[in-house]
């Protein structure tokens, strides 16, 4: 009998600390082992508005929240600066499901500019491999100039008084951000709407411009990107609650990467083991880069390999129905948390209409997260025992 691969029965904390591991992913293994939430909700709604709301609601569930942006009809760059604000104030990463399949210099465009500029707010996204190994090297160029503009940015800082800031896309429509917050320009573009956006004030050391009696405003610039905070230690780590523990991780990195479209979850899809077994090549060659795989099974193999598998068609049956064969009559085929990341050795469970569309979200997410947490509890504990 083969012996299990060591992704398949190391903690997600184990994992992180490996040195194999990219700094966005082991933030990302750090988060999910912190939150103890292997789940990426997918947030399919078609207006801003249902957006923001859905990320409130199930924000302390998840570790990911996957958008599809060219859906939500009044996409604005108010949206993506409300929704990376969410995903710092509710601890979890954004991934843009663009499914990138062009030529080089096309998928640069699309991935920096535009009308959605995914580089400057999302910090995973994916690509299939038809066009060619040059698609993960282009997509790769291009994040690295957007991580670099940024870098040598100068970001100016706004604190003072609680104030309230639109978030919904809608001029009426305001919430309460925080009562520290900050303007940052680190994008170069003609007009003042794409250049501002929210985010919070952070411990870092900053030049004093000017100070009245009710705001402070500062600017910096970073040379180098955010790194993770160090691992800690497994005393510690259970000594402190959630809260404190996420407070030391601090915000995820302004870093990106990429996932390869392995293996779909729609029924007679053409992804062929060959095809697939051609993506894993091609994300070993781009370790840099490439944090994993949307496939429907763990795909580590050697040594080495310390991918993150995300799969999506998960779903749970209703209470009373377990054992019932789920679908959507449109080609989707679901199954349970429990094969996907015991059986299957995935890393991170994808739903949408399930919790989408439940009466109750945030309970509904909460059902998802305890079930694909039991079940790596059961994968680990089993291949260590």
């Known amino acids: 009998m083969t012996a299990p691969h060591p992704a398949e029965t190391l903690s997600y904390r184990e994992r992180a600390s490996l040195p194999t591991t990219g700094p966005l992913a082991a933030y990302l293994l750090r ?17 801003s508005r249902e957006l923001l709301e859905l990320a409130r609601e199930v924000g302390d569930s998840i570790c990911i929240l996957k958008t599809h942006c060219d859906i ?4 604005s760059d108010r949206t993506a600066r409300a929704l990376r604000e969410i995903a710092r104030s509710k601890s979890f990463v954004v991934f843009e499901d663009r499914k990138f399949a062009d030529i080089g210099e096309t998928v640069q465009k699309q991935y920096t500019s535009g009308y959605h500029r995914i580089a400057t707010w999302a910090e ?55 009562e520290s917050v900050a303007v940052e320009s680190p994008m170069e573009v003609e007009d003042d709407e794409r250049r501002l956006s929210i985010k919070e004030i952070t411990d870092r050391k900053h030049s004093i411009v000017s100070i009245s009696a009710s705001t402070t405003i500062s600017h910096r610039t970073e040379s180098i990107s955010p790194c993770p905070e160090p691992d800690f230690r497994p005393d510690e780590a259970f000594a402190l609650d959630t809260r404190t523990l996420l407070t030391r991780l601090g915000e995820a990195p302004y870093l990106r990467s990429l996932l390869l479209l392995a293996e779909m979850s729609s029924e007679g899809h053409l992804m062929t083991p060959e095809y697939s077994q051609k993506c894993v090549e091609i ?11 949307v496939a429907q099974r763990g795909l580590n193999s050697e040594k080495d390999d310390n991918f993150l598998t995300m799969t999506p068609g998960c779903q749970l049956p209703p209470p009373g129905q377990e054992g019932k064969k789920l679908g959507d009559g449109l080609g989707q085929q679901y199954n349970t948390p429990h094969k996907l990341i015991y059986e299957q050795k995935c890393d991170v469970i994808i739903v949408g209409r399930g919790i989408v569309n439940a009466p109750d979200r945030h309970k509904e997410a909460e059902r998802y997260r305890h079930a694909g947490w039991s079940a790596y509890e059961e994968r680990v504990g089993a291949m260590k025992g």
């Not at 609680?162 to 925080?178: F, S």
């Open 31 to 47: 988060l999910i082992s912190i939150k103890k939430t292997n789940l990426c909700l997918s947030a399919d709604v078609e207006t």
């Open 72 to 75: 939500v009809t009044d996409w």
């Open 124 to 178: 995973i996204t994916n690509a299939h491999i038809l066009p060619g190994p040059a698609i993960v090297t282009a997509l790769h160029k291009a994040a690295n100039q957007t991580i670099a503009k940024y870098n040598t940015a100068v970001h100016t800082e706004i604190s003072g008084p609680p104030r309230m800031a639109a978030v919904d896309g809608e001029e009426d429509e305001y919430h309460d951000v925080t």
């Open 283 to 293: 994300a070993r060659q781009n370790r840099e880069f490439v944090m994993g795989f």
